[in-house]
RNA sequence: GUGGCUGUAGCUCAUCUGGUUAGAGCACCGGAUUGUGGUUCCGGGGGUAGCGGGUUCAAGUCCCGUCAGCCACCCCA
């Protein structure tokens, strides 16, 4: 024994595979509520895929070795160009736009810590094909419908919203040339996490002045109105704050709008995004972001592929697993047994087996000591405690000629818990004639997983 | 990759300033008990104190290294 995972791995044991399938299921649920169908690719790609859009520096944080037919291969850390190689292949088939998602495993090469592991699960869902902010609108809903389907309301989580081109347009408003936005792009990224003054310097460094500083500064606490207000007369502006009020109208009318806060710090990366982007945070700014996507426009075409537009985002499984947990939103859904089957005195093995059978076959998972010697001889009473401590959710004693004696486990309202059920129908084989058995069984299984008051 | 903190049973933790066979609760297993039932009682398995080295008559307890975890930075997913 003493073997572990390795570092920044994860075993997922049948409670945790349970809360793992609970979001996936969700992700699933929300996803096909637009419309979107699912997708998967290979988790080993050739690393030349993911070199060719960042760059060789990227190599230290990928999982990567040379495979026996000497080929340099990566796992993968992100689905976007896998997603845009199978976009890119069948780009003029595709019937626009193209709604598609998937839940891969990534994988990265890096120091794990809080949030932040090795291999992670992540909602991927991308729009292919369509440049209005309509769509924009609608990847966000989804992000947002996700985070309600979850029981995270407005209070709970938020998404913070800005627009490349928006920004862009201010910075050269403000007479900020292209060659600075990458160090101003910078500064707004960290304009939460670092002090003024510093940000002021390192604005001052890429040759700002002080009242092109102050400005970019202000990004930080500015609001949409606020903002409409202050460069609404621009003509270089004004035409990308008009488009920015469409897509919030777009997302009031979706009903998500109260999620939403403009935020022009929301940077994600120096890369690729070409328009609107936003991260998913809980409120209380306890995690890290929950969520992260926007508009990134030209990535196909530079990938060599089609030039469809292009907008997309990724939900990783944990830190939305770790905010979830800690805001008591994760109920266990490990899945129990209905019934544990006890056999009356005197009554033989394989009339319990025969017994289990019958009740499969409709569906029941059911299930028994399997020491048949203990099945056997072990009082009908400490085989119940059994069943309770194995979890199911009824105990299910089969008495001669086929009534059954069902007892209920989680009664909590003093009701009385034991029922009888004639199984002789449903033993026998007879379809017709067990249809009010089995709807009698769920009836009872049902009524015993209602909350009692 | 850099820095800081931590590392005793599956889990949560005890073990006074280094000193006999390292304990408890929960969990698990077994037995008894309980006539509507996960109670109660008894018993049991499980730890070379992350690993390696050093100091010492003696180390879980001090020192060094290493591995792992947590946190911050870096970077981003």
């Not at 993968?76 to 019937?95: F, I, N, Q, S, Y």
């Not at 924009?136 to 419908?145: F, N, P, T």
């Not at 690729?272 to 991260?279: C, R, S």
């Not at 048949?372 to 309770?388: F, G, I, S, V």
Request: charged share 25%; glycine share 8%; aromatic share 8%.
């Amino acid at each position: 024994m003493g073997q572990r995972a390795l570092p920044g791995f994860r075993d997922f044991y049948p409670a945790e595979f349970a809360d793992r399938a609970h979001l996936f299921a969700t992700f699933r649920r929300i996803a096909r509520r637009f419309g979107f169908v699912e997708y998967d690719g290979p988790p080993l790609e050739p690393l030349e895929l993911y070199t060719q859009k960042s760059g060789e520096e990227i190599v230290g944080q990928l999982y990567n070795f040379t495979d026996k037919g000497g080929r340099e291969v990566a796992l993968r850390p992100e689905m976007t160009p896998t997603v845009a190689r199978l976009v890119g292949a069948r780009a003029a088939a595709l019937p626009k736009p193209v709604r598609w998602f998937s839940i891969p495993q990534l994988f990265r090469y890096e120091r794990q810590q809080k949030g932040r592991l090795r291999e992670h699960f992540q909602l991927n869902v991308d729009i292919f094909g369509e440049s209005d902010s309509l769509a924009d609108a609608e990847l966000l809903a989804v992000a947002c419908e996700i985070m309600r389907a979850f029981d995270l309301g407005p209070d709970d989580v938020r998404a913070r919203v800005s627009d490349r081109r928006l920004l862009n347009a201010l910075l050269s408003h403000l007479g900020i040339t292209d060659a600075q936005a990458p160090a101003v792009y910078a500064v707004l990224d960290k304009l939460e996490r670092q002090p003024q003054e510093i940000s002021r310097e390192k604005l001052a460094l890429a040759g700002c002045s002080p009242e092109q500083a102050a400005a970019v500064l202000a990004f930080g606490t500015l609001d949409f109105d606020a903002a409409v207000v202050a460069y609404g007369q621009s003509p270089t502006v004004q035409p990308h704050l008009e488009r920015f009020a469409q897509y919030r109208a777009h997302l009031d009318a979706l009903g998500v709008l109260e999620y939403v806060h403009f935020d022009l710090s929301i940077v994600r990366g120096l890369a690729y995004y070409t328009g609107i982007v936003f991260e998913l945070f809980d409120a209380k700014g306890e995690f890290r972001a929950i969520c992260g996507g926007g508009r990134y426009d030209t990535l196909l075409s530079s990938l060599g592929g089609s030039d469809l537009p292009a907008l997309g985002f990724g939900m990783g499984d944990v830190v939305l697993g770790e905010l979830l947990r800690a805001r008591g939103k994760l109920a266990s859904t490990l899945a129990r047994p209905d019934f544990w089957l006890v056999p009356d005195d005197g009554a033989d093995v394989p009339a319990v087996l025969r017994a289990a059978r019958a009740l499969r076959r409709h569906e029941f998972s059911v299930v028994h000591a399997l020491d048949a010697d203990r099945l056997w001889n072990r009082k009908p009473r400490t085989q119940m405690q059994d069943a309770q401590r194995q979890g199911a959710r009824a105990g299910l004693r089969v008495l001669p000629g086929g009534v059954a004696e069902v007892i209920l486990f989680d009664r909590s309202d003093g009701d009385a818990a034991s029922r009888r059920v004639d199984l002789a129908a449903l033993l026998a084989g007879d379809a017709a004639a067990s249809v009010p058995v089995v709807a009698q069984l769920r009836d009872l299984l049902a009524a015993d997983a209602a909350p009692s008051s």
